[in-house]
């Protein structure tokens, strides 16, 4: 048998070395063998499948859902085991049309729209039924975070987070979906959670299917937040192993979060594999913004693996990062009293981040593919603007 490299079959599929690299690492080349370091892909072996073309076994775009429950799922897009590629076809096929608003206000908030996002968003901010109301609330305040609403943003979140107090008698299930809707509202922006709420894992099980994988995600975000990496890998592995149906949006979140775990633990090469599992999911339909919310957390691996094989996608995520962060600092940095530098440049605080995780010039150069004297100035620049002297003093302004 004949066997090509993995430039060769880059080249071949019109695709990044990476990603056929990964295409190797994943299994998904019949018959390729590692060698050393290296992969032999058979000569003869076809490019893995793009996801925006495969189809289901039967005409519908989704698998049967799990039994509804007896009241509205919230955040339905979230919740939706769409194929990749197919995000707006799911949307259009919901036959409810609040729930198919509250889909479209997800959709666009996903994609990196948050003006249309939260105009429909609003329109639902007192509707009447709890879980909807709840899907409104969040996706209005974190749309408003990256418009720069912030008296708006801050506003909808105490009617999350009193969401419990105001609703004295509530049913298990919606019980359940108000405790992840104050975890999610809190854990995301990294703040203290509400004094005597319930333990989100405790309600995991009565969430709909796709909310219980986000669900996992905001666990695992927590844990990270606790320095316990480990744990939080863990969380998301369980995730992955427990998932019956494919939920592209929080998997793709899901993804994000091992990265940032691996990344804390200095291991760059598996989190480029979660990352581009992620961006596999997300490229499709674009559902570009949680890259960008996560940007300071990712250690420089948008750097390192989009910006040169995706420069556009690339300057359309650093775009949504300087939006969403700055409304996300307005919030966190007054509640908190843990003043997250807002005056870096997005490659700036990369590198200060690893830095401040212990990484010398050298191997913050190799990781970023870029020179130590660049790392040097980047570092040298970013003191300057924190009007601080060392390395170990970089920690007080980055993200945990």
Not at 82 to 95: A, D, Q, R, W
Request: charged share 20%; glycine share 6%.
């Amino acid at each position: 048998m004949d066997y090509i490299t993995v430039q060769q079959a880059a080249e071949k599929w019109n695709i990044s070395p990476r990603l056929a690299q990964q295409y190797c690492a994943d299994g998904r080349i019949p018959g390729v063998q590692k060698f050393g370091t290296a992969w032999a892909i058979p000569a003869s072996a076809q490019k893995p499948a793009d996801p925006r073309k495969e189809k289901a076994a039967s005409p519908s775009i989704t698998a049967p859902l799990e039994e509804a429950p007896s009241h509205p799922i919230p955040m339905p897009l979230l919740n939706g085991p769409f194929l990749p590629g197919h995000c707006k076809e799911y949307v259009e096929s919901i036959p409810e049309a609040q729930l198919r608003d509250i889909a479209w206000a997800e959709y666009y908030y996903f994609s990196g729209q948050p003006e249309e996002a939260a105009r429909i968003a609003e329109l639902y901010l007192s509707y009447e039924e709890l879980s909807l109301r709840l899907s409104a609330c969040l996706i209005y305040t974190y749309a408003n975070l990256s418009i720069g609403q912030i008296q708006r943003a801050k506003h909808t979140l105490t009617q999350i987070q009193n969401t419990l107090t105001a609703e004295e008698t509530l049913p298990p299930q919606l019980q359940s979906v108000a405790v992840f809707a104050i975890t999610t509202a809190s854990v995301l922006l990294h703040l203290p959670l509400p004094q005597g709420l319930h333990s989100l894992p405790e309600h995991i099980r009565l969430l709909p299917p796709g909310l219980r994988m986000f669900a996992l995600y905001v666990q695992a975000h927590q844990t990270y937040l606790e320095g316990d990496y480990g744990k939080s890998i863990g969380i998301v592995e369980t995730a992955f192993a427990m998932e019956g149906q494919r939920y592209p949006i929080p998997s793709i979140y899901l993804h994000l979060a091992a990265v940032m775990d691996y990344m804390s633990l200095k291991q760059p090469e598996q989190a480029q594999a979660h990352l581009l599992r992620a961006w596999e999911l997300a490229r499709p339909d674009d559902l570009i913004e949680g890259f960008g919310e996560h940007h300071g957390l990712l250690g420089g691996m948008l750097e390192a693996v989009l910006k040169k094989d995706w420069p556009e996608d690339f300057r359309r995520i650093i775009a949504i990062t300087y939006r969403f962060s700055a409304g996300w600092r307005k919030v966190h940095n007054p509640e908190t009293g843990h003043p997250v530098a807002d005056n870096l440049t997005t490659t700036e605080f990369a590198a200060a981040m690893l830095a401040a995780r212990g990484w010398t010039n050298q191997e913050i150069a190799g990781h970023l593919g870029i020179s130590p004297n660049t790392v040097k100035q980047y570092i040298s620049t970013a003191l300057q603007k924190l009007n601080i002297k060392q390395r170990k003093d970089l920690k007080q302004y980055m993200l945990r």
